[in-house]
Every structure is written in C-alpha cells, then in structure tokens.
C-alpha cells in the first residue's frame, strides 16, 4: 500500500488515521527490525540470573530477590547493551518511516541499521538532556521535602505545601515532556542534532500543546492495550504450557518467562510508537509553517 503524507492539518481523528496508515504502509521494511528489538528483549529477560531466596521464603520475598538481581554488574551492562540496540532499531525504524513520509522508498535491512546507528550519539545526547531536565525539575521538590520534612508531622499547613509542590511539579513534567516529544521525528525528518532537536520539538508544539497531548494520549491507551493483550496471551501460554508453582525457583522462572513473553510485543508496540511521533510531528508542522510551505510550492510551481 502507497503511503501519501497528508497536505494540510487534519483533525485527531485524522492524524490517528494517518497514524495508522503509515504504521501498515511501513510495516513490511519496519517488521524485520521490530523483530530485531523484540528478540533483543527476550534474550535480555532470559540472560537474568535471579537470585533464589531461602526455602520456605514468603512470596513477597522470592519477588524482592528477584528484582534485586537488577543490581548485579553484568544485568547493568546487559542491559546498557539493550538500550544501545533499542535505541539503534529505533533511530532505523525512523529512517524508514521518515523515507515514506517523503514519498521515497525503504532502506534495506542493513542501511536502515546503519542509518540508525549513526544516529545513536545525538539520540543518547537528546536522552541525557531529557535526564537533566527532568532532574532540574524534581531534585528543588525532594530538596523542599526533605527540608521540611520535620515540620510535616506537626505542621498541616507544611504537608499541604509539600502536596501542592509535587503536584506543580507533576504538572510541570507532564507539561516539558509534551513539548519535547516529537525530538527523535523532528532529528530523522529535518537531520538535526541531540540539542537542536529537543528545541525544534519546543516550538513545534508550542500553541498545540493540548492537541498533541489527546493524540499520543490515545495512542498511548492502543498501544497499552495491544501490549496487554499480548502480555496476556503469553502469561495464558505459560500457564498452559504446566509453568506453575509455588517453590521459588519456579516463581521465579515463571516471571522470567512471563517477562520474556512480553518482549514480543515489540515487534507491533516499536513501529507503531516511531509512526505515531513522525504523525503527530507532521500534523504540528502543517498547522505552524503550512501557510510558508504553499507558498514556496506555489513559487516553485511558478518556475
């Protein structure tokens, strides 16, 4: 199926629409890659050596032992080597979607990777500056708390201050993430750094903020559905399968497995997550430089 981008802005609906019509117009360049990540996932859940509690642990402990294998050396950097091929697949997911966008063709499985990878360093700076954001709005809050922390159990008004200072800073967060979630569209569709990018996607959405926000909010709620269906699936073939028990190395391995199960998910969740980014950042464009761009086409179109 042609994937045409849409010409002018177009209502939630049909950004949703244009969501998913480049999620089925991609998917046969974007699934080997999804894959790629999905089977990164399983082999990073099933690579997890948990640690086993005693015998006859209560089975909120046998969960604290389990997690706590998280701490381990080797799970961080297993782990760091899973974000490094997320973040590959992703910025290759980008690339082939972005392709389309622009009314080209595909990359082949190897360049689409190697579009990806060369993008991994402004994709990991864009993600250390979205760390210090973040951090630059909580640590005044925990600091806040923390200093008052003494007056909380004698003072109401302290704790009612303490509660409306999270809440700011929720607000405030929810606010900031909106406005820098279409960096990673904007650095594939307009070949901007980390930085750059992260700003570009700030004024994107300036003005559009509660429209971008209902989008990626229902996205968000098909993505999460599509992912417990499948997560569900997986935990039913488990249970079928005669993975069950109350010992703890069976409770264990059972949520090793469950966990691995849920990786599959990707395989949908990763597209799909890349086209809704490149849907949005096209609609928000449109709406703020369509009135330019007719007139350059028109220009040309003179010429």
């Excluded at 177009?10 to 969501?19: A, E, F, K």
């Excluded at 499985?109 to 760390?131: E, K, N, T, W, Y």
Aim: glycine fraction near 12%; charge should be positive; aromatic fraction near 10%.
């Amino acid at each position: 199926m042609k994937y045409v981008a849409p010409s002018g802005p177009l209502s939630i609906g049909g950004v949703l629409d244009n969501w998913l019509r480049l999620f089925r117009a991609s998917f046969a360049a974007c699934w080997p890659l999804a894959l790629l990540g999905a089977v990164a996932g399983v082999l990073l859940e099933l690579s997890i050596t948990p640690n086993l509690p005693p015998q006859g642990s209560a089975a909120l402990q046998n969960y604290l032992h389990y997690w706590s294998s998280f701490r381990a050396p080797v799970t961080i950097l297993t782990y760091i080597f899973f974000w490094f091929v997320s973040l590959v697949v992703y910025g290759a997911l980008l690339a082939q979607q972005t392709a389309l966008v622009r009314g080209g063709e595909t990359f082949s499985f190897g360049d689409a990777l190697v579009q990806g990878l060369r993008r991994v360093p402004q994709m990991v700076l864009g993600g250390i500056l979205i760390v210090l954001i973040v951090m630059a709005i909580g640590i005044p809050v925990g600091i806040g708390a923390a200093v008052g922390m003494p007056l909380l159990r004698r003072s109401p008004l302290a704790i009612l201050t303490v509660m409306l200072a999270v809440l700011a800073a929720v607000i405030v967060f929810i606010y900031v993430m909106a406005r820098l979630q279409l960096w990673m569209a904007v650095m594939f569709s307009e070949d901007l750094g980390g930085a750059s990018s992260l700003g570009r996607s700030w004024d994107l959405v300036k003005g559009q903020w509660w429209r971008v926000t209902g989008v990626t909010f229902v996205s968000g709620i098909i993505i999460w559905i599509l992912s417990a269906a499948i997560g569900g699936v997986g935990g039913l073939v488990i249970g079928i399968m005669g993975i069950h028990g109350s010992s703890p190395e069976e409770m264990l391995r059972r949520m090793q497995l469950i966990s691995a199960a849920g990786q599959v998910v990707q395989l949908l969740s990763m597209p799909l997550l890349t086209a809704v980014w490149l849907a949005v950042y096209q609609d928000v464009r449109l709406r703020r430089e369509g009135g330019d761009l007719a007139a350059r086409t028109e220009a040309l179109s003179g010429n």
